[in-house]
T-cell receptor, first 113, second 111 residues
Framework: KAGVTQTPRYLIKTRGQQVTLSCSPISGHRSVSWYQQTPGQGLQFLFEYFSETQRNKGNFPGRFSGRQFSNSRSEMNVSTLELGDSALYLC????????????FGPGTRLTVT | GENVEQHPSTLSVQEGDSAVIKCTYSDSASNYFPWYKQELGKGPQLIID?????GEKKDQRIAVTLNKTAKHFSLHITETQPEDSAVYFCAASSTGNQFYFGTGTSLTVIP
């Protein structure tokens, strides 16, 4: 079974631009979570989607948004990029929000210049 | 919300020795405690987990222990090998809710 896939793997953007990242969960997994990973803050939860609905949201500004499609694929969008948004963005999937095991993708490395 | 603390932040051991990483959590409602291994350039990989109704779980050279009363859990790696070198993260979650992660431990196994 294929793992979680994320595209693109690397991205360079300029301050003020916006960016969209994509995540395809493991087949059969319907819950997708997004995390931001930085050296200083570690792994920080952004939001979780299930059945095309946002279930939980972390403590991030409204510039960070996401959505989920009927095939469980998810996208996250960051608008008006700031230098501090440079990070590894990780997507994780699990079968259902009440299931325990969560599996991560390889991440998208975003650099904002 | 939940607060997970992880120690140490860096750990160096000789090949063949054991390594222990410890985490504490604050929310007594947390009932699931996974451990992830992250190698350079890769996403975190789930290596072992434990639920609150179990005190210890072992998988070959890796074991995890949980003390619910003290709200702490630990990862034990025995007979360490160079390929065990990576960053390890602990996490805590309660059913249906988000995961809270520790800040990571960079483990170096010296050949």
């Amino acid at each position: 079974k294929a793992g979680v896939t994320q595209t693109p793997r690397y991205l360079i953007k300029t301050r003020g631009q916006q960016v969209t990242l994509s995540c395809s969960p493991i087949s059969g997994h319907r819950s997708v979570s997004w995390y931001q990973q930085t050296p200083g803050q570690g792994l920080q939860f952004l939001f979780e989607y299930f059945s095309e609905t946002q279930r939980n949201k972390g403590n991030f500004p409204g510039r960070f948004s996401g959505r989920q499609f009927s095939n469980s694929r998810s996208e996250m969008n960051v608008s008006t990029l700031e230098l501090g948004d440079s990070a590894l963005y990780l997507c994780a999937s699990r079968t259902h929000p009440a299931s325990y095991e969560q599996y991560f993708g390889p991440g998208t490395r975003l650099t904002v210049t | 919300g939940e607060n997970v603390e992880q120690h140490p932040s860096t750990l160096s051991v000789q090949e063949g020795d054991s390594a222990v990483i410890k985490c504490t959590y604050s929310d007594s409602a947390s009932n699931y405690f996974p451990w992830y291994k992250q190698e350079l350039g890769k996403g975190p990989q789930l290596i072992i987990d434990i639920r609150s109704n179990v005190g210890e779980k072992k998988d070959q050279r890796i074991a995890v222990t949980l003390n619910k009363t003290a709200k702490h859990f630990s990862l034990h790696i025995t007979e360490t090998q160079p390929e065990d070198s990576a960053v390890y993260f602990c996490a805590a979650s309660s059913t249906g809710n988000q995961f809270y992660f520790g800040t990571g431990t960079s483990l170096t196994v010296i050949p």
